[in-house]
């Protein structure tokens, strides 16, 4: 089993910034494509952005230019650098982790990111 832990999330003014944090309880980033997901209350769950074991990157169009995932196997954690953000990027933020190789995939436990106007 793989547990995904969250941290980083909070209150923060428009125009701020955050960083997130996932923690895998297991060493799996290197065999794993990684994401960060987001769901507003009503709203499903929506991509945000994924990074593959070679590094490639790719954001939704709504945060491009703004947030930056990034990878660091030894410390088993990616991160979630979230710069310039809007009221509209208020949402319950989720880890994933994708062993395509194993079909197995796992999700945190999401951490509360709130932008206020």
């Known amino acids: 089993q793989v547990q995904l832990v969250e941290s980083g999330g909070g209150l923060v003014q428009a125009g701020g910034s955050l960083r997130l944090s996932c923690a895998a309880s297991?060493?799996?980033?290197?065999?794993?494509?990684m994401g960060w997901y987001r769901q507003a209350p009503g709203k499903q769950r929506d991509l945000v952005a994924t990074i593959t074991t070679g590094g490639s990157t790719n954001y939704t169009d709504s945060v491009k230019g703004r947030f930056t995932i990034s990878r660091d196997n030894a410390k088993n954690t990616v991160y979630l650098q979230m710069n310039s953000l809007k009221p509209e990027d208020t949402a319950v933020y989720y880890c994933?982790?994708?062993?395509?190789?194993?079909?197995?995939?796992?999700w945190g436990q999401g951490t509360q990111v709130t932008v206020s106007s």
């Open positions: 297991r060493n799996i980033f290197s065999l794993s494509l």
């Open positions: 994933n982790a994708d062993l395509v190789l194993a079909r197995a995939q796992y």
